[in-house]
């Protein structure tokens, strides 16, 4: 089984900075990509941004140029630096990882952790 705990949420006004992170414990073989999605009230959860175990990187239009993604392969942990962020980045964050644990890979998604940029 794999756990994912999630760190780093807030309160923060526009042009503001956070970061989150989001570390994976358990009997984890390795690790292929890893997220962060975002549902926003009355939204659909959305993808945010992903990396790869390579390093590559995605991200959606809205976020480009201010979030950047990474990862610390060593400490199984993914992090979402946040820059310039906007009241439309409001919502809950969750962390998404796919994980080998002697099966098949499987996601696993973490609790989720509260963003709020106030104008």
């Known amino acids: 089984q794999v756990q994912l705990v999630e760190s780093g949420g807030g309160l923060v006004q526009a042009g503001g900075s956070l970061r989150l992170s989001c570390a994976a414990s358990?009997?984890?073989?390795?690790?292929?990509?890893m997220g962060w999605f975002r549902q926003a009230p009355g939204k659909q959860r959305e993808l945010v941004a992903a990396?790869?175990?390579?390093?590559?990187?995605y991200y959606a239009d809205s976020v480009k140029g201010r979030f950047t993604i990474s990862r610390d392969n060593v400490k199984n942990t993914v992090y979402l630096q946040m820059n310039s962020l906007k009241p439309e980045d409001t919502g809950v964050y969750y962390c998404k990882v796919e994980a080998h644990t002697g099966r098949a890979p499987q996601d696993y998604w973490g609790q989720g952790n509260q963003v709020t940029v106030s104008s």
């Open positions: 990396i790869t175990s390579s390093g590559s990187t």
């Open positions: 358990g009997s984890i073989f390795s690790i292929n990509a």
